[in-house]
């Protein structure tokens, strides 16, 4: 691809600026300072998450949606101005397609349990791909067996790429539902989302893309995507743990039932009948994670601020520049080496188990992830138990790549 011409190319970023905004990054790890490398796992919080969430809890909290009282509209204020924040950043058509969840997990859990399993019937199909997260294949085997519906399952080659042509020959009259990672997160991948909505589409099939790994790296705009639900979780944004999100297209969630009933998700309630609220409150029973959505809205206030395509420019030059200089170490191995790749770096070292390889770099004050990354599959394909990733968020620089890479070449001292 032709490098963009200079005039286009997004101002990089100030990264000793960003630090400073994060105040962990100054902690000290077994004597060393930190080299967070696992913002995949979770991200860091900046200064003005932080100091969002202190403000409404000292100032603002009370219940939502219930009180005439001047707190309880402040925090009604909050809350639902962090849902219009959220529909905004994504580009939704209506605050009603904006559901607040625990996260992408339970985000992909309603669309199972609400739209697939009261009209899945036997026989009927789910399509996902082998690179898919625990959090988009097991909801879906539930409702599989609950309703007699069959998993199907579209390939990937050893690089981590979806086999577009085996998706779409695995597209079927009874595909009902395909479900399908933006950004892998074992690996990296970046999907071909667009043209998986556009094939699935044409099939006759529903689309959920689970954004929990491309939300932080790239621009997501639904209304250009098209895809009927779309999932992510805060905590890997920049923002609190306990919060997510899933837009729906507000003619399907206008269709379905309420998978959770409590409080709030009401319009009456009588022992013989209850009614549902309107969206998107049919789906939001009990009292939300109001810290966490305030959290969440400062999130996206952060990185408007920095710019994603500053954000993604900058993560891109890290994993490209991280790729070569493990690529040049003597027993490293790199899993997942797709022509399109976010912020994720997948590797093993000979001989060496990742949680080992772990182990040490920790000493180092290194963190990274080690295990199958809630992506057993994935492992299974690539014949391997686990692997060592780090992954890149906009705090990240150079001299966390060479303490990695430091780190790395102490690990292969002590195991020989
Ligand atoms: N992946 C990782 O280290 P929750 O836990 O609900 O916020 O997100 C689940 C989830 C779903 N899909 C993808 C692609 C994900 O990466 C994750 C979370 C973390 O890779 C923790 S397992």
């Known amino acids: 691809m032709a490098a963009e011409p200079a005039h286009l190319r997004p101002p990089p970023l100030d990264v000793a600026r960003v630090r400073a905004d994060f105040p962990i990054l100054a902690t000290q790890v077994h004597g060393h300072p930190l080299v967070y490398l696992d913002s995949a796992a979770s991200s860091q919080r900046p200064w003005p998450v932080i100091r969002a969430v202190e403000a409404y809890e000292t100032h603002s909290h009370a219940n939502v949606h219930r ?17 219009e924040r959220v529909r905004r950043f994504v580009n939704a058509q209506s605050v ?28 009927d199909e789910i399509l996902i791909s082998a690179l898919e997260h625990h959090a988009d294949i097991v909801p879906w085997q539930l ?26 020959r695995l597209l079927s009259p009874r595909t009902r539902l395909v479900g399908m990672a933006h950004v892998s997160n074992a690996l990296g991948t970046v999907l071909p989302v667009k043209r998986i909505v556009e094939a699935a589409h044409a099939a006759g099939a529903v689309v959920l893309i689970d954004g929990a790994q491309a ?73 939300p994670n109001i810290s966490g959505a305030v959290g969440l809205a400062a999130a996206l206030d952060y990185i408007e601020g920095l710019g994603l395509p500053a954000i993604a420019a ?11 200089e493990l690529q040049a170490l003597p027993d490293i191995e790199l899993v997942g080496t797709a022509a399109h790749k976010a912020s994720v770096l997948s590797f093993t070292m000979k001989g060496v188990h990742p949680h080992d390889l772990g182990t ?26 686990a692997t060592a990733r780090a992954s890149f968020a906009c705090y990240n620089d150079e001299a966390d790549i060479a303490a990695l890479v430091k780190a790395l070449r102490r690990a292969r001292e002590v195991f020989g």
């Not at 009180?67 to 849902?83: M, N």
């Not at 039932?257 to 969206?279: A, C, H, Y």
């Open 215 to 287: 939300v932080p790296h790239l621009n997501v705009d639904l209304r250009a995507l098209g895809a009927d639900f779309y999932a992510f979780s805060a905590h890997k944004l920049y923002g609190p743990t306990g919060i997510g999100v899933l837009y729906g297209r507000e003619a399907l969630l206008e269709a379905m039932p309420p998978w959770q009933g409590g409080g709030d998700m009401i319009r009456t309630v009588s022992f013989e009948k209850s009614t549902w609220n309107e969206l998107p409150y049919k789906f939001e029973a009990g009292t």
């Open 360 to 385: 040490i770099l920790d000493a180092e004050g290194v963190a990274i992830r080690t295990g199958h990354h809630c992506a057993m599959p994935v492992m299974t394909f690539f014949g391997i138990p």
């Open 96 to 123: 009603r397609e904006i559901i607040f969840t625990r996260g992408t997990t339970e985000a992909i859990n309603l669309v199972a349990q609400s739209y697939a399993r009261p009209r899945l019937r036997a026989g």
């Open 143 to 168: 409702v599989c067996e609950a309703t007699g519906a069959v998993l199907k399952v579209a390939p990937i080659n050893r690089r981590g790429e979806l086999e577009f042509e085996a998706f779409e």
């Open 67 to 83: 009180g005439v009282h001047a707190l309880s509209q402040a925090a009604t204020a909050a809350f639902e101005g962090a849902r």
């Open 314 to 324: 900058h993560e891109d030059a890290l994993l490209k520049r991280a790729t070569a």
